[in-house]
Nanobody, 124 residues
Framework: QVQLVESGGGLVQPGGSLRLSCAAS????????MAWFRQAPGKEREFVAG????????YYDDSVKGRFTISRDNAKNTVVLQMNSLKPEDTAVYYC?????????????????WGQGTQVTVSS
């Protein structure tokens, strides 16, 4: 079992930056594929960025490519999402997720473990 706790959300002006962290507890963190999702009011949860457990392959949704950076530190059991050049449409609750199951990495149903979420609001 893995427990995930996000931190770092808040209110930021358009063009600003935020850094989200996800702290994982439990065994075999390095064996899990990790990702960030977000969910805006009235919308479905959507994939943002992911990092695989083996080769560290990283990929992003097109909407955040070039602005967001995901990284993981297996020694510290953490996953970080650095968000730059934030836009009002980035406003959402951001969730950290992990899985050891095969499946589409962009599909939230593939993920076994979820954090409680952290609010990100981009507004002037």
């Amino acid at each position: 079992q893995v427990q995930l706790v996000e931190s770092g959300g808040g209110l930021v002006q358009p063009g600003g930056s935020l850094r989200l962290s996800c702290a994982a507890s439990g065994r075999a963190f390095s064996s899990y594929h990790m990702a960030w999702f977000r969910q805006a009011p009235g919308k479905e949860r959507e994939f943002v960025a992911g990092v695989s457990w083996g080769d560290g392959y990283i990929y992003y949704d097109d909407s955040v490519k070039g602005r967001f950076t995901i990284s993981r530190d297996n020694a510290k059991n953490t996953v970080v999402l650095q968000m730059n050049s934030l836009k009002p449409e980035d406003t959402a609750v951001y969730y950290c997720a992990g899985t050891g199951k095969p499946g589409s990495r962009q599909n939230p149903t593939t993920y076994e473990f979820w954090g409680q979420g952290t609010q990100v609001t981009v507004s002037s």
